[in-house]
Nanobody, 127 residues
Framework: VRLKESGGGLVQSGGSLRLSCQVS????????IGWFRQAPEKGREGVAC????????YYKDSVKGRFTISSDNAENTVFLQMDNLKPEDTAVYYC?????????????????????WGQGTQVTVSS
């Protein structure tokens, strides 16, 4: 399975971006998909995840109410709608998979548990 992120860019504080994670080589329904980010000189952190089979979603506290994760199973794509962006959201954003049925809310805090990482897309929020 291969993942490819797109949709990053430069936006002013308070603006919005929509990231896409295109999954190929397997059906999205077999997995949960997570969005992660890594800022310069910081570790990778989980932002949001979704179970494609049943729609369960989980979010990092700092993005709740601003970010929305969704999936289009027919298009094998997961989206991350990011609104009210802040400079501290600046990072490279990645998507990754984990097998369905696991406790993905707990796994969001464990990037090493996820696999099939994409190449990332840069999000820069200016103040």
């Amino acid at each position: 399975v291969r993942l490819k992120e797109s949709g990053g860019g430069l936006v002013q504080s308070g603006g919005s971006l929509r990231l896409s994670c295109q999954v190929s080589g397997s059906s999205l329904g077999y997995y949960a998909i997570g969005w992660f980010r890594q800022a310069p000189e910081k570790g990778r952190e989980g932002v949001a995840c979704i179970s494609a089979s049943d729609g369960r979603t989980y979010y990092k506290d700092s993005v709740k109410g601003r970010f929305t994760i969704s999936s289009d199973n027919a298009e094998n794509t997961v989206f991350l709608q990011m609104d009210n962006l802040k400079p501290e959201d600046t990072a490279v954003y990645y998507c990754a998979t984990v097998a369905r049925g696991l406790r993905i809310g707990e796994l969001l805090g464990r990037p090493n548990a996820w696999a099939n990482w994409g190449q990332g897309t840069q999000v820069t929020v200016s103040s």
